[in-house]
């Protein structure tokens, strides 16, 4: 048996190996396209169901995922599309076969790009607060691209850099300090 001395010069250190649902390397990527309610950087804001007509008539497969709105720039396939009471909310596949495809993995793997903005026709619209906002009621979704700047600054992917930040993950950290204070403070 150690005694406390030694346990406290020489502490045991135990792991749990734990899997918090990041984007692994098979180019997988998830995020809220839109976000309902919420003014973009031009005023127009998105009414829930906006989206339910033009998803039921073109289906996942007929939205294209691409690069910063370029339609020569497709980079993957939008794997579900769907509204939630949130907005909207997407899971696709990059194409990793592809340069661009591999560029962008590799930004939104190292937090550099998480910007997510739609490219739509407005079918029903209307204008709320003397004008400066318009309320979109029903569009028609053409795609979504992954961009540097989206429009909606709250469109975004859930990524990696930003999943190291979550609480449970800052909690889990900061208790494994507490066991162990020779554990380095992590950086995102």
């Known amino acids: 048996m150690r005694s406390f001395a030694a346990a406290i010069a020489a502490p045991e250190i135990r792991t749990v190996p734990a899997a ?6 098979d180019g997988v990527i998830t995020g809220y396209a839109s976000l ?3 003014a973009d950087l031009a005023g127009d804001v998105v009414a829930p169901g906006a989206f339910a007509a033009s998803l039921a008539r073109r289906g996942v497969g007929g939205v294209r995922l691409l690069w910063q709105h370029d339609p020569r720039e497709p980079i993957g396939t939008w794997l ?3 509204e939630d009471r949130h907005g909207l909310r997407v899971t696709g596949r990059l194409q990793l076969d592809v340069a ?10 190292a937090g550099v790009l998480d910007g997510l903005s739609i490219g739509f026709r407005t079918v029903r619209a209307v204008r709320e607060r003397r004008g400066a ?3 979109l009621l029903e569009v028609d979704l053409w795609e979504i691209s992954l961009v540097t700047f989206p429009m909606q600054p709250d469109a975004r992917l859930v990524t990696p850099a930003a999943a190291g930040t979550a609480p449970v993950v800052r909690a889990i950290r900061a208790a494994a300090r507490r066991l162990d ?3 380095p403070e992590h950086r995102t």
Not at 20 to 25: D, I
Not at 100 to 109: K, M, N, T
């Open 20 to 25: 918090f649902g990041l984007p692994g390397t």
């Open 36 to 38: 309902f309610e919420r």
């Open 80 to 82: 579900e599309i769907a």
């Open 100 to 109: 661009r495809g591999r560029e962008a993995f590799s930004l939104v793997s």
């Open 133 to 135: 906002v318009r309320r």
């Open 181 to 183: 204070p020779r554990l």
